[in-house]
């Protein structure tokens, strides 16, 4: 059995075993498995409308998952994706709604690349920290988690004169669209899973088919042999965060310009950025990968909300699913060495 083959079977195994484990855990709690996974099953593919909302909250699970996963590849632990997707929700409403008489083909962009711009800003000061004065990352993104969170706060009171919220964003600047909204039937299905789809591409060819995406894997892989062959270790890694947090920025647009149209003030962080941390180990850092996990992990998040109306279990019991496929993906080392042992055996027979 190929490598590959493994690298695919073991989160599909994981998803499966995820899912018997979630209908013991129901009907251990006395409730019946069917029908929750029913409800389950209808709360995301239902009708037009649960689709829309399904593929919405896909959409910024993609992008912080790809934050996550590219820093994974190039040898960083991302964890203030949070915090960078903070700041990218704010720049994209401010510019969305701050700057008038722009057309839309200017207007969109403009508040995308302020995004990603905010988003790669907040990670490059990670970046920095770990490359000159080696702070780790996790410490330095952990802590710029909440000065993220306490500083759009912050401004957003400001902006807002008091206000919980900012001023709606400009039809200029919306990731709204009226056919998608009329074909799911009036759901919040924006463009954003465009932009999303996008940066799946992106990612991947940067990575797999450019000089600069090889340098930043050998820095990930090994720091003295990279520098040995004449890289620099430190520019890499800079580089590395501050695109990582481009992603994650964008990730914070697709709520500010597609889902809310503005952006609040919040008692506690969002979770779509920890989200991210999930589904890159889903999609085993992968960007294809990625795309797959996030499809996973939103339809479930967004597929929950049906299961405590329709069959009266609490949308908890999803958590718990959630929670045992990413165990098992998280010790897909047991499922490769199982793996192969069946192989050989079959190979043997």
Same mark, same amino acid.
């Given at each position: 059995m190929s490598s590959r083959t493994v690298n695919i079977l073991v989160p599909v195994i994981s998803v499966i075993l995820g899912l018997l484990v979630g209908g013991i855990v129901m009907v251990v709690s006395g409730y019946n498995a069917i029908d929750g996974y #029913? =409800?389950?099953?209808?709360?995301?593919?239902?009708? $037009?409308?649960? #689709? !829309?909302?399904?593929?919405r909250q896909i959409t910024p699970y993609i992008l912080s998952g790809l934050a996550v996963a590219f820093a994974f590849r190039t040898g960083l632990f991302n964890i203030g994706v949070e915090g960078q997707l903070l700041m990218g929700w704010l720049a994209a409403a401010y510019v969305g709604y701050a700057i008038e008489g722009l057309p839309r083909i200017i207007h969109l962009p403009l508040a995308l690349i302020? =995004? =990603?711009? =905010?988003?790669?800003?907040? $990670?490059? #000061?990670?970046?920095?920290? +770990? $490359?000159?004065?080696?702070?780790?990352?996790?410490? *330095?993104?952990?802590?710029?988690? /909440?000065?993220?969170? /306490?500083?759009?706060n912050a401004a957003i009171k400001s902006l807002s004169d008091g206000g919980f919220k900012t001023p709606t964003v400009l039809a200029s600047a919306t990731l709204r669209n009226t056919w998608l909204r009329e074909v799911t039937d009036n759901s919040s299905l924006h463009l954003g899973i465009i932009v999303a789809i996008l940066m799946v591409i992106l990612m991947w060819f940067l990575l797999e088919k450019t000089t600069r995406g090889y340098e930043l894997k050998a820095v990930g892989f090994n720091k003295n042999a990279a520098e040995y062959a004449g890289m620099s270790v430190n520019k890499n890694i800079i580089l590395a965060m501050t695109i990582s947090g481009v992603f994650a920025g964008l990730a914070g647009a697709m709520e *500010?310009? !597609?889902? /809310? &149209?503005? $952006?609040?003030? +919040?008692?506690? &962080?969002?979770?779509i950025g920890f989200d991210g941390i999930a589904v890159a180990l889903l999609g085993a850092n992968n960007p294809i990968g990625v795309f797959f996990g996030a499809s996973l992990f939103g339809s479930l998040k967004y597929g929950a909300l049906n299961m405590p109306n329709a069959a009266g279990i609490p949308e908890e019991i999803v958590s718990i699913i959630i929670a045992v496929i990413i165990l098992f993906v998280a010790s897909g080392y047991i499922l490769r060495v199982a793996l192969k042992k069946f192989s050989k055996k079959k190979e043997g027979q």
């Open positions: #029913i =409800a389950l099953w209808n709360g995301i593919f239902g009708d $037009a409308y649960s #689709i !829309g909302n399904t593929i302020a =995004a =990603a711009a =905010a988003g790669a800003f907040w $990670a490059f #000061i990670v970046g920095f920290l +770990k $490359a000159r004065l080696h702070v780790h990352e996790v410490i *330095a993104s952990i802590m710029l988690n /909440y000065t993220a969170l /306490y500083l759009t *500010a310009l !597609g889902t /809310y &149209q503005n $952006a609040s003030i +919040k008692a506690v &962080q969002s979770g």
